[in-house]
């Protein structure tokens, strides 16, 4: 069974209406934002589905990192191919120390490879064109371009969000399969709300999200 996750009901809704119009089977869950929600509810979710689980389909909107030539656009499709806790450590002016001891965890999680190839066909046959790479996890949303360039630089990232880390932290503690998938919403620059796209990114995301469950 697949468990589709987002941190909100206005990303959860629009998949929602999908899967009850077209009577697809699939178990959902709104985790609520930021990681430390996110992991606390997945793992409690999890823990009573008792080995019923074999993918968390983890969705939403994300903000693109603008700091190099050639990223998402609004309304592009993400798919991660990691996720990284961008900003755990030490935060200075110039930007972030990473804790390096084992004891503090990782900071970067891979997902699971035969589920991305597997979504990126399917997308692929419905004409969406997906980017892939490393999505950066971050407890506080960047406001400014500088920040957002410094973690794009640190990190080689495609986009950020508040909860994917912890998603894929959790599913690796269940062994349970992760596979992310996400919709720009809008530019990781100095905060302009006027510019966002966040509906619309929402029906993105949920649409993919709906292709890639209805044809596994």
């Not at 080995?51 to 903000?63: C, E, H, S, Y």
């Not at 990691?82 to 004891?103: H, L, Q, T, V, W």
Request: hydrophobic fraction near 40%; glycine fraction near 8%.
């Amino acid at each position: 069974m697949i468990l589709a996750v987002a941190a909100t009901k206005l990303e959860m809704e629009p998949f929602l209406q999908l899967v009850e119009r077209e009577k697809t089977a699939c178990l959902s869950l709104v985790t609520g934002v930021g990681p430390v929600e996110t992991a606390v509810r997945l793992a409690l979710f999890l823990a009573e589905c008792d080995g019923k689980i074999n993918l968390v389909l983890n969705f939403g909107v994300a903000g693109a990192y603008v700091g190099e030539p050639g990223h998402p656009e609004y309304l592009d499709i993400c798919l991660a191919e990691e996720e990284i806790f961008g900003d755990f450590g030490f935060c200075s002016g110039n930007g972030i120390e990473y804790f390096k001891r084992a004891e503090f965890g990782k900071p970067r999680y891979s997902l699971d490879r035969q589920w991305l190839k597997r979504a990126k066909q399917i997308l692929d046959n419905n004409r969406i064109n997906a980017w892939s790479g490393s999505f950066i996890t971050v407890n506080c949303a960047s406001a400014t371009l500088r920040r957002g360039n410094m973690l794009q630089q640190t990190w080689k990232g495609l986009c950020e969000n508040m909860e994917g880390a912890a998603v894929a932290r959790v599913c690796r503690e269940f062994n349970i399969s992760c596979l992310e998938i996400r919709a720009i919403s809008n530019y990781v620059e100095d905060r302009d709300p006027s510019t966002w796209q966040l509906a619309e990114a929402c029906e993105k995301a949920a649409h993919a999200t709906y292709l890639i469950i209805k044809n596994t």
